[in-house]
């Protein structure tokens, strides 16, 4: 399934509280955590991938294979993540955009597919993720009609990139149930601290030592 919404991959930050520089280079299935994830936007059916890179741009692109992709520098990715998302969707251009995080390893194409599938124009279509308690949390990807996501990064700011916008904007939030398989990562972890680390162990086993990479 291949449709005209465009992917965004936000991966411009220093993963400061990691502490190994940039989560984009993290060690993941053999390769990058960027990689992976920008190929995962491709095979869930986004038309395109835009990788928004900041931190240690010139070592991102060194390090990894970001052919098949349009990378997009973000000089301004210090000032928090509103500027990588805002650069995102200019680049897209009008066209639907699926905003999604580099360090979401559990992020599956076929998570991808159920949003663009479920999408309708004129409004955003987020993943909702079950709770063992039974509670909902919505989290990303999150997909914006073009329009919506040029009204969004216009009051983007700061490092809550949409957020603001989609706090105002309830009612025009489709959810998408996005459920983990037995065995599978849990689609919603991230990676913010060495004690997340094992997330991206568990998907790789023996892959070598992690707290290596900050000196690679």
């Known amino acids: 399934m291949t449709t005209s919404t465009i992917g965004v991959l936000l991966a411009a930050g220093a993963g400061i509280r990691l502490g190994l520089g940039p989560k984009a280079l993290l060690p993941f299935r053999g390769r990058t955590l960027v990689e992976v994830l920008a190929d995962t936007l491709l095979d869930g059916g986004c038309k395109e991938v835009e990788v928004v890179i900041?931190?240690?741009?010139?070592?991102?692109?060194?390090?990894?294979?970001?052919?098949?992709?349009?990378?997009?520098?973000?000089?301004?990715?210090?000032?928090?993540?509103?500027?990588?998302?805002?650069?995102?969707?200019?680049?897209?251009?009008g066209s639907d955009v699926l905003v999604a995080l580099v360090d979401q390893p559990g992020l599956t194409a076929e998570a991808v597919r159920r949003i663009i599938s479920a999408h309708r124009p004129g409004r955003i279509t987020a993943a909702a993720y079950s709770r063992p308690d039974g509670a909902v949390r919505r989290g990303h990807p999150v997909l914006f009609d073009g329009r919506l996501a040029a009204e969004a990064a216009m009051t983007a700011e700061g490092d809550t990139g949409a957020r603001r916008f989609l706090e105002e904007h309830p009612e025009l939030i489709d959810l998408v149930d996005c459920p983990s398989f037995p065995g599978a990562l849990p689609g919603d972890a991230d990676v913010d601290t060495p004690s997340e680390l094992h997330l991206l162990k568990e998907g790789e086993p023996g892959q070598g030592d992690l707290r290596q990479l900050g000196a690679s």
């Open 54 to 93: 900041g931190a240690e741009a010139e070592r991102v692109l060194s390090s990894t294979d970001l052919h098949a992709h349009r990378v997009i520098e973000n000089p301004e990715w210090a000032s928090g993540m509103a500027s990588s998302f805002s650069a995102g969707v200019e680049a897209a251009a």
